[in-house]
C-alpha cells in the first residue's frame, strides 16, 4: 500500500462517493468536508462528489441541503434494509469507471469492509482506489487492498496538528515573514465585511495575489495547520460550522471570547432568540440581529448553514417556533419573541 505522499498526475480527475451515514456515526460531530475536499484536490481534478444516506432522517435533512449547496450530491437511499447504502455506492463506483473512463481516482469515504469487492474491481480498471476511514472503523482488509488508506481523524482533520507533549513554540515554529502571510489573511477576512470566510477560499485568494503559494514553504504540511498556527497566535479564529472550515475575525464581544461559530442551525436560532429578548426594542430588526450575530461571533453569514439570504434563514426559524416575524410600517423585516 502506498503512502499519502506518492506522486499525483496533475490533471488526473478524482470522484469521492462519501457514506454519510457511515461517517456521522462514527465521527463524534459530522464529517468536515473542507478536509475532505482538500485530500480529493490534492489528487487532481474534483470533479464529482456524492453523499448517500436516508435524508428524511431528522439529523440529515439539513446536511443534505448544505452538500448539495457545496458541491455534494446527496443520493437518497431509503433505510430499513441492512447495507442499503453499501450497495447503491458501490453499484455507483463501477458504474462510474465504465461511463466515465477520465476518472482515474476513486475516493471512498468509509469504513465497512463490505467495499473491498468494490477495490478489487477498480485497481485492475486501472483506477486508484484511495478510501478515508475513521480509525474506530477502519477495515484492515480494506487497508490492505487499496492504493491508500487514510484515518479521517489522523490524516484528514486531526483533532490537533501537534502530538501534546510538543510544546506550542515548537508547533509554531515558522519563518520570519509567517507573520506576514497572518497579517495578509486578516486583511482578505476584513474584504468580506463580516462574513465567515472558507479556508480553500483564503487559499485561492492567496494563490491570485502572490501567483503561487504552498504552506509546505512555511514548514507545514496541510493549510489547515498553518491556519490553527495563525489561530493560536490570536489573528483570526478558526471555525467549524456547516460542515465546513471556516475563518473569522476575533470575537468583538468580550464576553464571547472563545465562543465558535455553532455547528448546528438551531443554536443559532436559540442564540438569536436571546438576542431579542436582550433587545432595548420590543421589535429587533432582522440588520441588528445580523449585526449581533457578527459581533458575537467575529463574522457570520447564513451561507454557512444553507441559506441564500438571512431573511430565508430567519423564516425557517419562525417555522420552528424560536420567535416570531413581522414587518414595520416602513416595510422593515423584524423579530420578537412572544
Given at each position: 500500500?502506498?503512502?499519502?505522499?506518492?506522486?499525483?498526475?496533475?490533471?488526473?480527475?478524482?470522484?469521492?462517493?462519501?457514506?454519510?451515514?457511515?461517517?456521522?456515526?462514527?465521527?463524534?460531530?459530522?464529517?468536515?468536508?473542507?478536509?475532505?475536499?482538500?485530500?480529493?484536490?490534492?489528487?487532481?481534478?474534483?470533479?464529482?462528489?456524492?453523499?448517500?444516506?436516508?435524508?428524511?432522517?431528522?439529523?440529515?435533512?439539513?446536511?443534505?441541503?448544505?452538500?448539495?449547496?457545496?458541491?455534494?450530491?446527496?443520493?437518497?437511499?431509503?433505510?430499513g434494509?441492512?447495507?442499503?447504502?453499501?450497495?447503491k455506492?458501490?453499484?455507483?463506483?463501477?458504474?462510474?469507471?465504465?461511463?466515465?473512463p477520465?476518472?482515474?481516482?476513486f475516493?471512498?469515504?468509509?469504513?465497512?469492509?463490505?467495499?473491498?469487492?468494490?477495490?478489487?474491481?477498480?485497481?485492475?480498471?486501472?483506477?486508484?482506489?484511495?478510501?478515508?476511514?475513521?480509525?474506530?472503523?477502519?477495515?484492515?482488509?480494506?487497508?490492505?487492498?487499496?492504493?491508500?488508506?487514510?484515518?479521517?481523524?489522523?490524516?484528514?482533520?486531526?483533532?490537533?496538528?501537534?502530538?501534546?507533549?510538543?510544546s506550542?513554540?515548537?508547533?509554531?515554529?515558522?519563518?520570519?515573514?509567517?507573520?506576514?502571510?497572518?497579517?495578509?489573511?486578516?486583511?482578505?477576512?476584513?474584504?468580506?465585511?463580516?462574513?465567515?470566510?472558507l479556508?480553500?477560499?483564503?487559499?485561492?485568494?492567496?494563490?491570485?495575489?502572490?501567483?503561487?503559494f504552498?504552506?509546505?514553504?512555511?514548514?507545514?504540511?496541510?493549510?489547515?495547520?498553518?491556519?490553527?498556527a495563525?489561530?493560536?497566535?490570536?489573528?483570526?479564529?478558526?471555525?467549524?460550522?456547516?460542515?465546513?472550515?471556516?475563518?473569522?475575525?476575533?470575537?468583538?464581544?468580550?464576553?464571547?471570547?472563545?465562543?465558535?461559530?455553532?455547528?448546528?442551525?438551531?443554536?443559532?436560532?436559540?442564540?438569536i432568540?436571546?438576542?431579542?429578548?436582550?433587545?432595548?426594542?420590543?421589535?429587533?430588526?432582522?440588520?441588528?440581529?445580523?449585526?449581533?450575530?457578527?459581533?458575537?461571533?467575529?463574522?457570520?453569514?447564513?451561507?454557512v448553514?444553507?441559506?441564500?439570504?438571512?431573511?430565508?434563514?430567519?423564516?425557517?426559524?419562525?417555522?420552528?417556533?424560536?420567535f416570531?416575524?413581522?414587518?414595520?410600517?416602513?416595510?422593515?423585516?423584524?423579530?420578537?419573541?412572544?
Amino acid at each position: 500500500m502506498s503512502n499519502q505522499n506518492d506522486s499525483r498526475p496533475a490533471q488526473t480527475d478524482v470522484a469521492m462517493f462519501l457514506d454519510w451515514e457511515n461517517m456521522h456515526g462514527f465521527i463524534r460531530g459530522k464529517a468536515n468536508v473542507s478536509a475532505l475536499r482538500e485530500v480529493a484536490e490534492g489528487y487532481g481534478r474534483f470533479v464529482l462528489a456524492k453523499a448517500y444516506a436516508d435524508w428524511r432522517e431528522a439529523r440529515f435533512q439539513q446536511d443534505s441541503l448544505v452538500l448539495y449547496k457545496i458541491g455534494f450530491e446527496p443520493v437518497y437511499v431509503p433505510a430499513g434494509f441492512k447495507n442499503n447504502v453499501d450497495v447503491k455506492l458501490a453499484t455507483d463506483c463501477i458504474d462510474f469507471a465504465y461511463r466515465y473512463p477520465n476518472i482515474g481516482v476513486f475516493i471512498l469515504v468509509t469504513g465497512d469492509g463490505d467495499f473491498i469487492h468494490v477495490a478489487t474491481t477498480l485497481r485492475p480498471l486501472g483506477k486508484k482506489v484511495v478510501v478515508i476511514a475513521q480509525s474506530t472503523n477502519a477495515s484492515s482488509r480494506l487497508g490492505d487492498l487499496v492504493d491508500t488508506l487514510l484515518i479521517y481523524d489522523q490524516d484528514v482533520n486531526p483533532a490537533q496538528t501537534c502530538s501534546p507533549d510538543v510544546s506550542a513554540a515548537k508547533c509554531d515554529a515558522a519563518p520570519d515573514d509567517l507573520d506576514e502571510i497572518f497579517k495578509k489573511i486578516v486583511k482578505i477576512i476584513y474584504e468580506e465585511k463580516g462574513a465567515p470566510i472558507l479556508l480553500t477560499n483564503v487559499k485561492q485568494k492567496l494563490i491570485r495575489l502572490y501567483g503561487r503559494f504552498d504552506q509546505t514553504d512555511y514548514g507545514f504540511e496541510k493549510f489547515k495547520a498553518l491556519i490553527e498556527a495563525g489561530a493560536r497566535k490570536g489573528y483570526f479564529m478558526l471555525n467549524t460550522a456547516g460542515l465546513r472550515n471556516w475563518l473569522t475575525l476575533p470575537q468583538q464581544d468580550s464576553a464571547a471570547v472563545k465562543t465558535e461559530l455553532p455547528d448546528e442551525i438551531d443554536k443559532v436560532f436559540r442564540e438569536i432568540t436571546e438576542i431579542i429578548r436582550k433587545s432595548a426594542q420590543p421589535h429587533a430588526l432582522l440588520s441588528y440581529v445580523k449585526h449581533s450575530l457578527i459581533q458575537k461571533y467575529g463574522g457570520f453569514d447564513e451561507s454557512v448553514y444553507g441559506y441564500s439570504r438571512f431573511k430565508e434563514m430567519m423564516e425557517v426559524g419562525a417555522r420552528l417556533g424560536y420567535f416570531r416575524l413581522g414587518v414595520n410600517d416602513k416595510q422593515t423585516d423584524y423579530a420578537f419573541s412572544e
